[in-house]
Nanobody, 129 residues
Framework: QVQLVESGGGLVQAGGSLRLSCAAS????????MGWFRQAPGKEREFVAA????????VYTDGVKGRFTISRDNAKKSVYLQVSSLKPEDTAVYYC??????????????????????WGQGTQVTVSS
């Protein structure tokens, strides 16, 4: 069974940064596209960033472009989200997600919740004014 565990969240002041990590228990981690989503209080879960299987393609939602960076380390079976220049509106529980589907091309990107198969339990990011 595939399991994802997020870490690295915390309480920071506006303008600060954090590095969120997601460790996966998967036999062939490099075969899976990965993504990050977040859910703020009282709101629906939304897309934040995604990275292709081969790590060559990334995409970000407009609200975080230029401030957040997604990356992966296949040797460590981990995906990361560097979040910088944080704003109070970034406060949310951040989730990593894994897509496992036969036939996907290595350079494809997925941004919809329904396109992912496995989810972590989330890590809280709180940004104070």
């Amino acid at each position: 069974q595939v399991q994802l565990v997020e870490s690295g969240g915390g309480l920071v002041q506006a303008g600060g940064s954090l590095r969120l990590s997601c460790a996966a228990s998967a036999r062939t981690f490099s075969s899976f596209a990965m993504g990050w989503f977040r859910q703020a209080p009282g709101k629906e879960r939304e897309f934040v960033a995604a990275i292709s299987r081969n790590g060559e393609n990334t995409v970000y939602t407009d609200g975080v472009k230029g401030r957040f960076t997604i990356s992966r380390d296949n040797a460590k079976k981990s995906v990361y989200l560097q979040v910088s220049s944080l704003k109070p509106e970034d406060t949310a529980v951040y989730y990593c997600a894994l897509r496992f589907t036969l036939g996907d091309s290595g350079d494809r990107i997925f941004i919809r919740i329904t396109e992912y198969n496995y989810w972590g339990q989330g890590t809280q990011v709180t940004v104070s004014s």
